[in-house]
């Protein structure tokens, strides 16, 4: 947000020219630019003005109490632009300087928001932010102001849709912290991740191999939560077999194209799946057909299902199929996800300390 705003004199709030009635030389202004210098002010901006002339007419400008710095006869336009920064500690991001010829060239280059009259030479418009409509005389300073009131406005809305962000931001930390919260005094829920715990660890100890499958996100999670067992968790140790269904992209579409797309899961445990072996289904509706023909087909084999699912109706055909149920009591897909992984860490963790302690005990 701009803070100060300062400008040359020459050029700028005047032509650049020189006139005289045959006695007296002066140089004009519009009323209008000296109304803006009061806006300013009015409006809380530091303002400054800086002219390469130190003459009568520039000695008006030391005597309006509107401006809060004033530098006449001054060559250096950068060093005085930094000098009244530093008197009024204010950063360059928050300094706006108009000028038009070679010597505001530094001063521009330093402020966070560079003006020029539409007039300048061309080595002050290729530096310059902004280049305005109105030439030097003709109402630059008035012109500025609605160029910085537009600017501030635009920056508080900026501001204010970064708060509003940071709101919606926390809005759904909340919801996670509250679900999360609400899984943790479910008690029949933290009871099945510990039943899902003893079943996969009796699978690995007999041999038996670990299949989950899921789509979209549950696809992901169910690749994350398979290499978690094949990697590592957090122990050195075995690798343990576990695989996800989704990922052979040409058996996935021989089988949607051949034959069914809920046929996915449940024709690659035909091939792959024996008596013993567990599949983790992860779907947050509890209504993905594939997962169900899934749990149909490994019970025919003779497999244990576990099911990572929302907040469901005890009426879904799959249930009878299921048997061990995490059902997170929700019905918002990213948050019921977010527990899902939460889940499924807690059970590779609680998997590999127990088959650790099995194997050192062997």
Request: contains cysteine; charged residues 25%.
């Amino acid at each position: 947000m701009i803070k100060m705003f300062v400008f040359d004199i020459d050029g700028v709030v005047t032509d650049g020219k020189r006139y005289t009635d045959g006695k007296l030389v002066f140089k004009a202004l519009q009323m209008k630019d000296l109304d803006a210098i009061n806006l300013f002010a009015a409006n809380g901006y530091k303002i400054g003005c800086i002219s390469g002339e130190h003459t009568e007419f520039s000695s008006q400008f030391l005597k309006m109490e509107a401006l809060h710095y004033v530098k006449l006869g001054c060559k250096d336009k950068r060093a005085a632009l930094q000098e009244f920064m530093d008197q009024s500690h204010i950063e360059l991001r928050e300094v706006c300087y108009i000028g038009d010829g070679k010597y505001d060239i530094p001063a521009l280059e330093l402020a966070g928001l560079a003006i020029c009259p539409g007039d300048a030479i061309q080595e002050v418009k290729d530096v310059a932010d902004i280049v305005l409509e109105r030439k030097g005389g003709d109402g630059c300073l008035a012109e500025c102001y609605s160029v910085l009131t537009k600017h501030k406005e635009t920056d508080r809305n900026a501001t204010q849709a970064s708060a509003d962000c940071l709101m919606q931001i926390q809005e759904k930390m909340i919801d996670h912290q509250n679900l999360t919260e609400k899984v943790f005094h479910d008690d029949q829920y933290l009871s099945n991740i510990n039943k899902a715990i003893e079943m996969i660890t009796d699978c690995y100890k007999k041999g038996g191999q670990l299949f989950l499958c899921g789509n979209g996100g549950s696809a992901a999670d169910a690749q994350h939560l398979a290499t978690e067992f094949v990697g590592r968790f957090y122990a050195e140790r075995e690798a343990w077999n576990a695989e996800a269904l989704t990922t052979n992209t040409s058996i996935i579409t021989a089988l949607a194209n051949d034959y069914d797309f809920n046929l996915i899961f449940a024709r690659q445990l035909e091939a792959k799946g024996k008596k013993g072996d567990i599949i983790i289904g992860i779907t947050t509706s509890g209504t993905s057909g594939n997962i169900r023909m899934a749990f149909q087909k490994a019970k025919e084999i003779g497999m244990a299902t576990i099911l990572m699912t929302g907040n469901v109706s005890e009426y879904l055909d799959i249930l009878k199929d299921t048997d061990c149920l995490l059902s997170v009591p929700s019905k918002d897909t990213p948050r019921i996800q977010e527990v899902h992984i939460m889940t499924g860490h807690i059970i590779c963790e609680y998997v590999e300390q127990q088959l650790i302690t099995y194997g050192e005990k062997k």
